[in-house]
């Protein structure tokens, strides 16, 4: 069973900064898209960003220009910056891995709470 190791959410208030980590454990090379997801009370999980091992990201929308996604240099730890946060990214963000196979074998993290204050 693939585990990943959140860490990095809190309290901050609207237009201040956090920074998510997540550490598989497993070689990247087992999962090499990895990236967040979130949930707000009472709505679906959303994707907020991934990225390849190839560098490739993907973002939502909502948060193009505020959040950077990331890897170490050896592809392994996933990090997530968050700029600019507003009271609409208080969720719980939950680190995501998945295999290259087809189907792809996703795994979850436990998730983190974000909370920003108005």
């Known amino acids: 069973q693939v585990q990943l190791a959140e860490s990095g959410g809190g309290l901050v208030q609207a237009g201040g900064s956090l920074r998510l980590s997540c550490v598989p454990s497993?070689?990247?090379?087992?999962?090499?898209?990895m990236g967040w997801y979130r949930q707000a009370p009472g709505k679906q999980r959303e994707l907020v960003a991934t990225?390849?091992?190839?560098?490739?990201?993907n973002y939502a929308e909502s948060v193009k220009g505020r959040f950077t996604i990331s890897r170490d240099n050896v592809g392994r730890t996933v990090y997530l910056q968050m700029n600019s946060l507003k009271p609409e990214d208080t969720a719980a963000y939950y680190c995501?891995?998945?295999?290259?196979?087809?189907?792809?074998?996703?795994?979850w993290g436990q998730g983190t709470q974000v909370i920003v204050s108005s």
């Open positions: 497993i070689s990247a090379f087992a999962i090499p898209i």
């Open positions: 995501y891995a998945a295999t290259a196979g087809t189907p792809p074998v996703s795994f």
């Open positions: 990225e390849n091992l190839g560098g490739v990201t």
